[in-house]
């Protein structure tokens, strides 16, 4: 295999990485943080609690609900972005 073929696969396999460990943390982590703040901002989840929050919005994900799949993506599209942002100045600053 030429170096880059081997230099795009390991890139390719890097970012897939990089996606599906931010995709858990959009699915496990992210839904747990929104929960608590808003049961100390508005109380109790619908008076079930957490369980409860976590199916609906799990339901809401699987029936394709574009606002649900932005909350769940935003940690990858977050951290594209903060990348994005860095190589623009970098280049910005490089040209000067």
Do not use: C, K, N
Not at 4 to 22: C, K, M, N, Y
Not at 53 to 61: C, I
Not at 63 to 81: C, E, H, K, M, R
């Amino acid at each position: 295999m030429s170096t880059d073929a081997a230099s795009l696969r390991q890139t390719s396999t890097r970012e897939l990485a990089l996606f599906l460990v931010l995709f858990l943390v959009g699915v496990a982590v992210l839904p747990f943080s929104v929960y608590l703040v808003g049961h100390s901002v508005f109380g109790e989840y619908g008076g079930s609690g957490f369980s409860a929050f976590f199916a609906d919005l799990h339901a809401s994900l699987r029936g394709g609900d574009l606002a649900i799949w932005f909350l769940v993506l935003s940690p990858y599209v977050g951290w594209q972005t903060l990348r994005l942002t860095y190589h623009a100045f970098r280049g910005l600053g490089q040209s000067q």
